[in-house]
């Protein structure tokens, strides 16, 4: 995606510096008034009693950033049609991106900006296996501006802001950090797993869902879609979603790469009763009928008890994808999500029995 005309990167950049010394006690918030290629409106620092990069970042995007209110869905409660409310941001001049599980199953969805105008909207897209869709906006108020995806991965450490409407609340932002990458998450009562997900301790409440997970130049690095609790939240990526959103808006939909396997990450106990040397790798549990693997990859042939846990036994274990390292089910799915796509071939070192081998599989598009 383009970079928005009307760039955030200059002032929130500089004030990004700013903000480690205000942190160690020898600095002040930056006082700057103009912004090198301008924001949709020029920050003005005197209507703060204090400054700090946080509010720079709030300032520079929150017109960019909706509450979603999405009208006909049924009420768990009373199994009457309801009304469910999320959070979604400006991708270019008039799509904005939010959470597939937001707008599921809905009838109507209108969005708000932070100025106070409301907007019908057209559903363009959605994934279920990535939770992203793509909404078209019928009006766009002139100092909302598309924001960035990031083009870096994040690191664990790395400051983030979740901006959005928890339980409502317009225009709220929560601080923290990225507490991990690259994680897998099970998607609530589906039997798949969203890949590349960013871990924060950010604040994330329902309402957060859609709504952008930025870093301190106000570039997003994840799409907010749940919260567990006890200051643990999660975000789709900035890269996965970089490759699902345009396919939703040429196409209304994308195709995800498929192995057509079941598997486990090869830990102490999976590597002992393997007779492996030491863990790592995933196993393949199972080989699904009739997809990629049939005939190319040996699943598990018997299971089993350890700990009062299930160990997999028989099955290929495999080390490298493409020449690429894979540790664990997670670096499987990263690497799946982002470097490859239905049709590709797919060259595996694995381990059988004893020794390594080779085998060749072509990916297929995930099954619905």
């Known amino acids: 995606m383009q970079n928005p005309e009307l760039s955030r990167r200059g002032l929130l950049a500089a004030a990004g510096g700013g903000l480690v010394g205000s942190l160690a006690g020898c600095a002040e918030p930056q006082r700057d008034s103009a912004v090198e290629g301008g924001l949709s409106a020029e920050i003005d620092r005197d209507d703060h009693a204090e400054g700090s990069t946080y509010t720079d970042v709030y300032d520079a995007i929150i017109d960019s950033v909706t509450q979603v209110r999405v009208f006909g869905v049924e009420d768990p409660l009373t199994q009457t049609e309801g009304r469910g409310q999320g959070s979604g941001f400006l991708y270019d001049d008039r799509h904005l991106v939010t959470n597939e599980h937001v707008v599921a199953d809905g009838e109507e969805v209108d969005l708000q900006y932070i100025n106070g105008d409301w907007t019908a909207t057209k559903l363009v897209g959605v994934d279920r296996f990535s939770d992203l869709a793509v909404l078209e906006a019928d009006h766009v108020p002139d100092a909302a501006t598309p924001l960035s995806l990031t083009e870096q991965r994040p690191v664990v450490g790395q400051q983030v802001l979740a901006i959005g409407n928890p339980y409502g609340l317009e225009g709220s932002m929560s601080a923290g950090v990225v507490s991990g990458v690259n994680r897998t998450l099970d998607a609530p009562g589906r039997r798949f797993s969203f890949p590349n997900v960013v871990q924060?301790?950010?604040a994330v409440n329902p309402g957060n869902s859609g709504g952008p997970l930025v870093d301190l130049e106000g570039n997003v690095v994840g799409v907010v879609?749940?919260?567990?609790?006890?200051?643990?939240?999660?975000a789709i990526s900035a890269a996965l979603t970089e490759r699902v959103v345009p396919a939703l808006i040429e196409d209304g939909e994308f195709e995800h790469p498929f192995m057509g396997i079941t598997l486990a990450t090869v830990d102490r106990l999976i590597a002992e009763e393997n007779d492996l040397s030491k863990a790592g790798g995933v196993i393949v549990v199972d080989v699904l009928p009739d997809g990629p693997a049939t005939?190319?990859?040996?699943?598990?042939?018997r299971t089993t008890t350890r700990r009062n846990e299930e160990i997999p036994v028989g099955g290929d274990v495999i080390l490298e994808m493409n020449g690429e390292p894979i540790p664990d089910r997670h670096a499987l799915s990263t690497f799946l999500a982002l470097e490859t796509s239905p049709g590709d071939e797919l060259e595996l070192l694995l381990r059988r029995g004893s020794s390594e081998t080779v085998e060749t599989m072509t990916l297929a598009a995930r099954p619905e």
């Open 200 to 202: 924060t301790d950010a």
């Open 225 to 234: 879609n749940a919260g567990g609790g006890n200051n643990i939240g999660f």
């Open 295 to 301: 005939g190319v990859l040996e699943g598990s042939d």
